[in-house]
């Protein structure tokens, strides 16, 4: 019987080897922190996700209610009236929507689907609603308050009819809110909603 010999293993083979699999085991970290980087923007962006929106009850507001609708001259909203500004040397609102777009997915022809949004006054001043408005017959919205005193909250409502329009159907649609406010520095912000309308 003839003896086995053993041959020694090349070290640059080795150490080629040891090479690849660190490169294949960084590649491999690096895809995970990515696939659940972007898993947990998307789970904010549709679940509302975020520390940002966390309030209390009592930081809602629910002095001056309202609904709005696609009509941009409605009772007690005149249109060719400019926004009305706080003395620039005083406190001045701050506005801030910490999300603005809210996808629905997939839903049926005659569905009607709602979601809430925040609004935030981080400013230092009272923070008015002038106008609201949306772009379509089809969806309307209602704030708790349109006078948000600074640290405080007005809860958005916006609902969506996908049976408004027939036509719709089979299409993916986009509707918006436009928001008019007193804060200098965005006196105008929107909030937009998306729903894929199946036929069936």
């Known amino acids: 019987m003839r003896d086995s010999i053993a041959i020694p293993a090349n070290p640059q083979v080795r150490v080629r080897h040891s090479r690849q699999k ?65 003395p620039k040397d005083g406190p001045q609102p701050s506005m801030a929507i910490p999300v603005t777009f809210y996808d629905f997915g997939s839903i049926g022809p005659t569905d009607v689907v709602k979601r809430d949004f925040v609004l935030v006054n ?20 209602d704030f708790t308050s349109v006078v948000i005193p600074p640290g405080k909250v ?3 409502t916006i609902q969506f009819d996908a049976g408004f329009h027939p036509e719709a159907a089979g299409t993916t649609v986009q509707r918006t809110l436009i928001i008019q406010n007193n804060d200098p520095n965005n006196p105008q912000l929107e909030i937009t909603i998306q729903a894929a309308v199946r036929k069936s």
């Not at 491999?28 to 679940?47: D, P």
């Not at 060719?80 to 706080?86: A, E, M, N, W």
């Not at 609603?129 to 017959?137: L, P, W």
């Open 22 to 86: 660190i490169a294949a085991a960084i590649v491999i970290v690096a895809g995970l922190a990515l696939l659940l980087g972007s898993g947990w923007y998307w789970f904010a962006a549709q679940f509302g996700a975020n520390p940002a929106l966390a309030y209390r009850p009592e930081d809602v507001a629910r002095d001056q209610p309202l609904h709005a609708v696609h009509e941009m001259d409605m009772p007690g909203m005149d249109m060719s009236k400019p926004i009305t500004f706080l």
């Open 122 to 141: 981080r400013g230092q001043a009272p923070l008015t609603i002038s106008r609201a408005y949306t772009s379509c017959d089809c969806t309307s919205a």
């Open 154 to 156: 007005s809860l958005i």
